[in-house]
């Protein structure tokens, strides 16, 4: 019985010394950061999602955080994202500035991207709709404007080219799907 409690304390005392205090991820450094900031923001960098110093997500404020925002949380949620679809659509669209994503509902809104010498702009919406990567699966939305008179004229949707982006995308993520399981 002496025995059995003594590997009990000593076990759980190892158990407790394996994992991360609560605290230590909820006191700010000299920074004024947490290290559950600092990890979220690296996460973030690797990501190549570049929020301002201010953002909310970053200090945990507001009704989004990041673990879940971008999850990195391992939310529990029924509705799951074909990973290799959602980082696919990322990329190829990486040269854009971006408003919205959101890898738990799949969702990639961009902010209008001008070119044309700032003629023309565009704005890129995407959802990953199923875990499937077929036609189906994904859905995009690319809307146009053109510069006139001083103001932005709505040209309307580009189905021909949201078309092209949508294929691209699909082929890219098939190839790597493949690639993966090689």
């Avoid at 190829?92 to 738990?104: G, Q, T």
């Avoid at 995407?126 to 008179?149: A, C, P, T």
């Amino acid at each position: 019985m002496t025995k059995n409690l003594i590997f009990s304390v000593i076990f759980s005392l190892f158990l407790l010394s394996c994992g991360t205090s609560v605290l230590e991820s909820t006191i700010p450094d000299d920074s004024g950061k947490t290290e559950k900031q600092k990890s979220m923001e690296r996460k973030l960098e690797k990501r190549d999602v570049r929020l301002p110093a201010d953002s909310p997500l970053l200090k945990g404020e507001g009704i989004f955080d990041t673990e879940g925002f971008f999850d990195f949380g391992g939310s529990n949620d029924s509705f799951t994202v074909n990973s290799i679809l959602f980082n696919t659509a990322l990329d190829k669209i990486d040269f854009m500035p971006l408003v919205s994503v959101d890898a738990n509902s799949g969702v990639i809104v961009t902010d209008w991207y001008s070119f044309n010498e700032g003629v023309t702009r565009i704005k890129i919406n995407m959802r990953i709709i199923d875990e499937e990567m077929s036609e189906g699966s994904l859905s995009v939305n690319l809307f146009k404007q053109s510069f006139e008179n001083n103001i932005w004229v709505d040209r309307g949707m580009d189905i021909e080219q949201a078309e092209k982006i949508k294929n691209s995308i699909l082929t890219s993520a098939r190839d790597l799907k493949i690639a993966s399981e090689l």
